[in-house]
Structure formats: structure tokens, C-alpha cells
């Protein structure tokens, strides 16, 4: 079994809510050889640098998210994609401690399938931001502002399919037309939504 990182503890330490689960998927993980991180809050295992698999949890459940699940063969028909938006990450998802020790044998063989992914190097095949919808609202902006599309056209891929969802999720106009006026300063800035 690998090392725990001291500094993911605090992790386990501050879970109120599914600490025996998050224990137990952390000691799955680390008898697969993989190295323990901290990002974006949450242990994060990597093989060569490379993200692997993370823990993370939520109201209702707590779940292993292979990072590119999107490859995996899925032998048990167990990975779920979080939302339609979300195209590499696939979960597992827990409820309770039960779960988790009845799979654990199935666990490791998917935390092994996702060595080999990464060793592959396969890569998703991301959708362009051209794929996404483009919120007439914003459509009109890019239209009758030169500037914002140069900036905007100028922005990453991942930032420009940041901002195409989060103009296209409100279902009123008004909304919409409110979430695009308070971002072109940010565009303009080059900066993403959450930069």
C-alpha cells in the first residue's frame, strides 16, 4: 500500500458526513500504488503525475471519479456521467460503507483499468465549444460588439465551453441576457468564469 499524504488528512478529519466511506475508498486506492494528492480540495490519486482517480462527496452521496472514465470499459455498468456537460469524468457513487466493501474487488480492477487508460495515452476527444449551444443572447453580443467575440474567440477552449454553458442553463431571456452583461468585463480581461 502506498503512503497516505499527511496533507490530504484534513480531508478525512473535517467529513462530517461519510467518513467511514471516505476511509475506506482511500485504502482501496492506495493499495493500487497510486500517489495520494491534494486538488481542488479533495484527494486526488495520481500515477506519473497524471490524475487517476479523486474522492469526493456530496448531500446524498460520496463517490469515486475515474478521470477519464469516458474510456473505461465499464464491465459492471457502474460509471455515471454527472451531468450531460461533463464529457472525460465518469463516478462511482456510494451511499454507504456496505456498498463499498461488497466492491471492492471491482474497485481495484477499475482503478487498474484506469492505470492502463492513462499508460495508453488515450485522450478524450473534448467537443469543440462550436458543438456547444450558443445562447441567442450572447450570440448578439459577439454580433454587435467586435471586441467581446475577439476576446471571447481568443479565450481557451475550456474557458469558451465554461461560458457557452453557463449562458445557455437559465431558461429566461432576462436571465440569460443578466449572466452575459455581468461577464464581459471578464471576457474582455481574458479571464474564464471562475478566474
Not at 39 to 51: D, I, L, R
Not at 126 to 138: R, S
Request: proline fraction near 4%.
Amino acid at each position: 500500500m502506498n503512503a497516505m499524504n499527511p496533507k490530504v488528512n484534513f480531508f478525512f478529519n473535517k467529513a462530517s458526513k461519510w467518513q467511514a466511506e471516505y476511509e475506506q475508498l482511500r485504502t482501496i486506492v492506495l493499495d493500487c500504488g497510486l500517489t495520494e494528492e491534494l486538488k481542488w480540495g479533495c484527494p486526488c490519486y495520481t500515477f506519473e503525475g497524471n490524475n487517476i482517480v479523486l474522492i469526493h462527496g456530496f448531500k446524498d452521496y460520496c463517490a469515486l471519479l475515474f478521470m477519464k472514465g469516458a474510456l473505461m470499459k465499464d464491465a459492471k455498468g457502474i460509471l455515471i456521467q454527472q451531468t450531460e456537460n461533463v464529457q472525460a469524468a465518469r463516478q462511482i457513487r456510494f451511499t454507504n460503507l456496505n456498498e463499498i466493501v461488497k466492491l471492492k474487488t471491482a474497485l481495484k480492477a477499475y482503478i487498474q483499468e484506469a492505470i492502463s487508460v492513462e499508460k495508453s495515452g488515450l485522450k478524450v476527444e473534448l467537443k469543440k465549444p462550436t458543438e456547444f449551444k450558443m445562447a441567442e443572447e450572447f450570440q448578439q453580443v459577439l454580433n454587435e460588439m467586435p471586441e467581446v467575440k475577439k476576446a471571447f474567440e481568443a479565450l481557451t477552449p475550456g474557458r469558451q465551453r465554461a461560458y457557452l454553458l453557463h449562458f445557455s442553463q437559465p431558461k429566461q431571456s432576462k436571465t440569460r441576457e443578466s449572466r452575459v452583461e455581468n461577464c464581459i468585463p471578464q471576457i474582455l480581461k481574458g479571464k474564464g468564469l471562475d478566474d
